[in-house]
């Protein structure tokens, strides 16, 4: 950078304030002596002097510095109160190679925002934020901010900011500086040149971490709000110095541009080719099972599969789905869930059939697979007539008490407990489902077994597969 | 491609990572969850970008910052989660940004339970957030649909500058169903010239800020004038034995799967029932709704979960030529085929 | 006007606020009694002794209300 020999509007701001309304493209909307201007000020010069201008995003957020966007070139987002860390996340995230500032006052970022603005800075995000602190909301005309200090009389603590009812001031700096992530946190002051000058350090040092993608920048500055303290400009300075230096102490929190690397972010993946490779879609794993002859009473299924939670009743009634799916009927699974969901019982409705399938839930089934006795006496009285009903005789110790069902007792706990493992349960129940209904041969569920139990060993597969023939095999030689 | 048997909530993901969505930023609600956990798995082997954000206003404001990068961009929540987006989609709307949002209704008021409801409607259909803005409304009735309307969502979302929503309901997201997935998107419309996205840097302005009480009038008009051409243009609606119906029962999402049961049980007793759901519910299928009492249909029955909120919009359609009743569970019930086909004999003789 | 360092002040940006005249180590600022078209009292540089500081450029909020021309500085020439 060359030695400047004139000081003047730094390029950073537009040279015409374009997108502000009426006539006067040439100045700002600020009050006389506002800080807001100084900041912007040191913004624009720091923008030019780090030649960022033609890449930085400056979010504008509702405050006296709602208007940021009139002022600054490069691209601009007017946001929502108190989320521009929100919005810059995603901003920083969509466009990694740009630099993202976040301009923010004290009741946008440590009120209405404060969660935004914590959870932005612990992730790390790529935004340098400049908090302007000026103890009030300047915009709304003068009402108690969280940084408001105690006994400061505002339009809405008119008796002073009362510790006891409305709490002390929020130190925002110290709060960011608890976190891991944040790289640079400094509280500056616009109270006098020396301190000008020290914000105008902190205000580089942060545009240069951003400018290197270095993560979260947080710069707090004291500023002047004559309007809101009804006081002369040159007044507010002595109240900075004089009450809010105790309180706000100035000074580097923490400064960790140095270390810092570098935020890396690759390229989305959007070729179609490329999409469908990445996430495993290229070939077609359909199996397209052939069918075989199925009675008239099994070829339009509906079926309520109900029991306690872990005895992996959903899972049975999602295989059933999976399998008849690959016989290339339609097929619907849900799950119940909601108000229905109590007491540790679980049920879901499977619906298996050529035409389009109306409602999901199996209101009126006609096949009911019930894994212990509430669940059987619960959902045998919804069954059609001359439905099946097939249930765990290990645990229901009854019979059924219709007449005009056709039931079929089968020890589905006992099976699985003879094959060392009762978590099998659900697997013999779809073995006898097969069964009964003559809709799956045992091989085509047992060649899909891999697909249900991903990642899982060969001896556990196996014993799947003796589970499917188990309770196949009891409903062929027992009914 | 093979078909894949899911959750109507990983569909939606799926529609969303065909359509070229980047950016998912979602806060977990039950029954909406699974959208955000099949984003947290899918997204990052694209390097796009998944983030559970730290509440639903946090992702709408998310959602708004990567519309405005340029991105195409989704979130999904429950009842309680959107209410919470409302400003930020107002601010969506007000900026003519498109982005996607999938509602996965749930039982209400306040944190009611997590059922399947359909009492979201009046807030997502008729705007719901502050200031004259609509949003567009898909009401998908399958996992299929989950997939294909949130593929479509993108695309209306680009065509309109708008935040588009798939609305559903718990069973459907819920709810495992076939899917055909859908081929990726081969083409992403250029959004240079309002986006501020690209290097150069396009510097363009994001804001919804119209100081001069004219601009905003123009800006409102034009807003209008967007939305009367949504509704001259995009009206999408199914009709299921409906030519020769004398009752016509209407409903959407899961209610309709019901009512296409019911068409069929009411048909078997020979009662002349068809079924008019709507697809979009902004736009709303008003003609055709108006047109109804010519074709012949002499009785409305509108069913929802919600108690008295889809009803409203079809007897405005009917313009007074007929008159809706109305049939309603909530609470997390859904009605039976049953239950809908009495209370059909019971009110009409049937 | 020929020497340099001095400010230069654009009366119809100033807002009056005074703050440069606060910062100003050598008392070479004054507030006018005149009035700007928007009617403030304006900034005036009331003479000889400005040291190119740079204080008043830094301490006014308006972006072009005061340019200050450092000892080096050439007209017709910006760096
Ligand atoms: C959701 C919402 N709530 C309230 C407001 C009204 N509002 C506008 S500015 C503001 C206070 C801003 O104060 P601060 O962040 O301290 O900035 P300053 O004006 O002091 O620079 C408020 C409450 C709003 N625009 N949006
Ligand atoms: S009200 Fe305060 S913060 Fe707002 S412009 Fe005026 S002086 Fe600045
Ligand atoms: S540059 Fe320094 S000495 Fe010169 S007028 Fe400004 S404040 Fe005074």
């Not at chain 2, 709408?60 to 979130?75: D, F, H, L, Q």
Request: hydrophobic share 40%; aromatic share 8%.
């Amino acid at each position: 950078m060359e030695k400047k020999t004139v000081l003047r509007k730094p390029a950073g701001f537009l040279d015409v304030y374009k997108h502000k309304p009426g006539a006067e493209k040439d100045r700002t909307h600020y009050c006389p002596g506002c800080g807001h201007g100084i900041l912007h000020k040191l913004i624009a010069e720091a923008m030019e002097d780090l030649e960022i201008i033609d890449d930085t995003i400056i979010i504008s957020p509702v405050g006296c510095s709602v208007f940021a966007y009139y002022y600054f070139d490069g691209g601009h987002f007017q946001v929502p109160h108190g989320r521009a860390p929100a919005v810059g996340t995603a901003v920083s995230r969509a466009n990694p190679d740009k630099i993202v500032i976040s301009y923010q006052g004290d009741g946008d970022l440590a009120a209405i925002g404060g969660n935004n603005i914590l959870q932005a800075a612990n992730r790390g995000e790529s935004i340098a934020v400049f908090f302007v602190n000026n103890a009030i909301y300047g915009m709304t005309g003068g009402q108690m901010a969280p940084t408001t200090l105690e006994g400061q009389v505002t339009t809405t603590t008119p008796y002073g900011r009362n510790p006891a009812t409305d709490g002390l001031p929020l130190r925002m700096a110290e709060i960011i500086n608890q976190l891991e992530a944040p790289t640079f946190v400094a509280r500056v002051s616009l109270h006098n040149p020396a301190n000008i000058r020290k914000t105008r350090a902190a205000v580089r040092q942060a545009l240069q971490n951003a400018k290197e993608h270095k993560g979260f920048q947080f710069v707090e500055v004291l500023s002047m709000c004559p309007s809101g303290w009804k006081q002369t400009p040159v007044n507010c300075l002595k109240w900075i110095e004089e009450k809010m230096l105790p309180i706000f102490p100035l000074g580097t929190l923490r400064d960790r541009s140095a270390e810092a690397t570098p935020v890396v972010r690759p390229e989305p993946v959007l070729e179609p080719g490329k999409v469908l490779e990445k996430l495993g879609l290229t070939e077609d794993k359909s199996r397209g099972f052939a069918r075989g002859t199925v009675a008239e009473e099994y070829s339009e299924m509906s079926i309520r599969i109900a029991g306690f939670g872990g005895q992996g009743i959903m899972s049975t009634g999602q295989i059933l789905a999976q399998v008849a799916m690959e016989y290339g009927y339609n097929v619907s699974w849900l799950p119940s869930y909601g108000p229905e969901m109590r007491g540790g019982t679980a049920n879901c409705s499977v619906n298996i059939q050529d035409d389009t399938i109306g409602g999901a839930e199996a209101v009126s089934p006609n096949m009911v697979i019930a894994m212990n006795r509430p669940s059987m006496e619960k959902f045998e009285k919804t069954m059609v007539e001359g439905g099946s009903l097939i249930y765990n005789s290990t645990l229901v110790e009854i019979s059924p008490s219709r007449t005009d069902i056709k039931a079929f007792p089968v020890p589905i706990t006992g099976l699985a407990n003879e094959l060392g493992d009762i978590r099998v349960q659900s697997v013999v129940g779809v073995g006898a489902y097969a069964a009964v209904t003559g809709m799956f041969r045992p091989e085509d569920i047992i060649e899909m077994l891999p697909q249900f139990f991903k990642g899982k060993n060969k001896s556990i597969i196996d014993l799947n597969a003796s589970a499917v023939r188990a309770g196949y095999d009891y409903v062929k030689n027992n009914f | 491609m093979a078909r894949t048997l899911m959750k109507g909530n990983h569909a939606a993901v799926y529609g969303a990572v065909m359509a070229g969505c980047t950016a998912y930023y979602g806060y977990p609600i039950t029954p909406a969850s699974e959208i955000a956990e099949g984003a947290a798995e899918i997204f990052p082997k694209l390097n796009r970008t998944f983030l559970q954000a730290e509440s639903e206003i946090a992702a709408i404001n998310m959602v708004y910052g990567a519309a405005g990068s340029g991105r195409r961009v989704m979130t999904a929540s429950s009842g309680p989660g959107i209410s919470l987006k409302m400003e930020g989609l107002s601010y969506c709307a007000g900026s003519a940004l498109p982005c996607v949002v999938v509602d996965v209704m749930r039982g209400g008021p306040g944190l009611g339970n997590i059922g399947p409801e359909q009492s979201d409607y009046n807030q997502v259909v008729k705007g719901g957030g502050h200031g004259n803005y609509r949003n567009l409304v898909l009401a998908p009735n399958s996992c299929q649909e989950m997939c294909d309307f949130t593929m479509l969502a993108f695309d209306l979302a680009d065509r309109y500058r708008n935040p588009v929503f798939v609305l559903t309901d718990g069973v459907i997201g819920q709810m495992m169903e076939a899917v055909e997935l859908p081929k990726p998107v081969t083409h992403i419309p250029d959004r240079s010239e309002w986006a501020v996205c690209g290097t150069p840097l396009n510097k363009n302005l994001i804001n919804s800020i119209y100081l001069d009480l004219d601009d905003l009038e123009r800006w409102n008009m034009a807003l209008d004038a967007k939305y009367r051409s949504v509704k001259e243009n995009e009206v999408r609606y199914e009709e299921y034995l409906m030519d020769d119906a004398k009752i016509a029962v209407v409903g959407y999402g899961c209610v309709s799967r019901v009512l296409r049961s019911t068409v069929e049980m009411a048909r078997a007793r020979g009662i002349k029932v068809g079924l008019f759901r709507p697809i979009t519910l902004f736009p709303f299928p008003e003609k055709q709704i108006r047109a109804f009492a010519d074709r012949g249909v002499e009785k409305v029955l509108t069913v929802e979960l919600s108690t008295g909120q889809l009803v409203d919009d079809v007897n405005l359609s009917l313009q007074g030529t007929l008159k809706s009743d109305l049939y309603y569970r909530v609470g997390g019930n859904v009605p039976s085929a049953l239950e809908i086909l009495n209370r059909i004999s019971e009110l009409y003789g049937v | 006007m020929s020497h340099y360092p001095r400010p230069g002040i654009n009366p119809d940006y100033c807002k009056g606020c005074g703050l440069c005249v606060a910062s100003c180590p050598k008392k070479v600022l004054a507030i006018s009694e005149k009035l700007n078209s928007k009617g403030y009292h304006y900034c005036e540089y009331t003479g000889d002794g400005c040291i190119g500081c740079g204080n008043c450029f830094y301490s006014c909020p308006e972006p072009a209300a005061i340019t200050v021309y450092l000892k080096d500085h050439q007209p017709g020439k910006e760096a």
